[in-house]
């Protein structure tokens, strides 16, 4: 029985990678018999201009039948002045939402060869691979009550950032169990010391880690967090933390790996159905000038045939060709350096294909 792929190239550079990283996920269905198909769909400004909200129902009823879904990136200044609640952003939460997508794993993973491009001393970034592990259903960005009003005649704001035990403790399991297939170190992040959130945060945490002798469990103060991670980050293995905490602290690990489009991210529920998207945004900046890096939303490809499909060897074959053309010297702008060949969008993604043919 095949297999089924919703494709959601979505807005800015979004159509641009996705279609190299379609070229990797058509050879490797080719290569290793994987019996996959694909079906494409609107997300975000896209699917504005086309049904007039950023997640039409249809897209999403095709989302809850797939097996999976390949996310490019959402949003754009010609959508920034529209209705808040009709926002590109809004579909991707809504999305996540309604998939009941709420462990996103993110590697933080240093290429070799990239160790140069990265704003810290090669020392403290090479032989760096964190996995981030955020909550990304609950939290401050789904909280109710919120709202902006004015009183006393001023404009006054506010955000409600409330977690049950039981959202806890389903993305603590998913931390340990990572751990568990890697060095055996869980830090959880929090912010224990003033949020109250937090402090059942770590209260739930400390019970999941009597299930998990073997690994070994930390804590930490967000903001402690944030400095260990350009002073120390080889310190960590797996982290675990909230949906904002986790947005904000994937985003600062990505530059220590020499670019943030260098970083896949999957967005799983509980049996391991995802979406699959690389953790940078849409660029409307270089937006159709072909200078966008697909190697994110590539290796999203590799994260979705690993944990979806459980296609480890075609998912170690896709790592292993963005590695080799690493070594050819290839570079989109973002990771150049002196003495490497600058490429565009269209050719990076050639290049992987060529060396997943070779393969």
């Not at 198909?37 to 809850?64: F, M, Q």
């Amino acid at each position: 029985m095949s297999k089924k792929i919703l494709i959601l190239p979505g807005d800015g550079i979004g159509p641009e990678i996705i279609a190299e990283a379609v070229k990797v996920l058509n050879l490797a269905n080719e290569k290793f018999n994987l019996g996959l198909e694909t079906v494409e769909g609107e997300l975000g400004g896209a699917a504005i201009d086309k049904h007039g909200v950023p997640l039409a129902d249809s897209t999403l009823e095709l989302a809850r039948e797939v097996d999976a879904v390949l996310l490019g990136a959402v949003g754009g200044p010609k959508w920034d002045t529209i209705e808040k609640s009709i926002r590109p952003e809004r579909g991707l939460l809504k999305i996540r939402s309604e998939l009941g997508l709420f462990a996103n794993l993110r590697p933080a993973i240093l290429y070799p060869q990239l160790a140069d491009a990265s704003s810290l001393k090669p020392e403290v970034v090479s032989g760096l691979d964190i996995l981030i592990v955020r909550e990304l259903t609950g939290g401050i960005y789904f909280g109710a009550p919120r709202d902006q009003i004015v009183e006393n005649g001023e404009r006054k704001a506010f955000d409600t950032l409330p977690y049950s035990e039981s959202e806890i403790r389903r993305i603590a399991r998913v931390g340990f169990d990572m751990a568990m297939v890697r060095n055996k170190k869980l830090c959880s992040v929090d912010k224990a010391n003033v949020l109250a959130s937090s402090q059942l945060w770590r209260e739930v945490v400390e019970e999941v880690a009597k299930d998990y002798p073997e690994v070994e469990l930390s804590h930490m103060y967000v903001d402690n967090a944030a400095m260990q991670l350009v002073r120390a980050p080889k310190q960590f293995d797996v982290m675990v933390t909230d949906n904002m905490f986790g947005d904000i602290l994937s985003d600062e690990a990505s530059m220590l790996t020499g670019s943030i489009g260098m970083l896949p991210s999957a967005s799983l529920d509980a049996n391991n159905k995802g979406m699959y998207e690389p953790c940078h945004g849409s660029a409307p900046d270089i937006a159709g000038k072909g200078l966008a890096n697909p190697l994110a939303t590539i290796l999203s490809v590799s994260m979705m045939l690993r944990y979806t499909f459980n296609q480890a060897a075609a998912a170690d074959a896709i790592e292993q060709a963005v590695s080799l053309v690493l070594d050819q010297g290839l570079r989109t702008g973002d990771i150049m350096s002196e003495g490497m060949r600058q490429v565009g969008t269209a050719e990076m993604g050639d290049a992987v294909v060529a060396a997943l043919q070779q393969l």
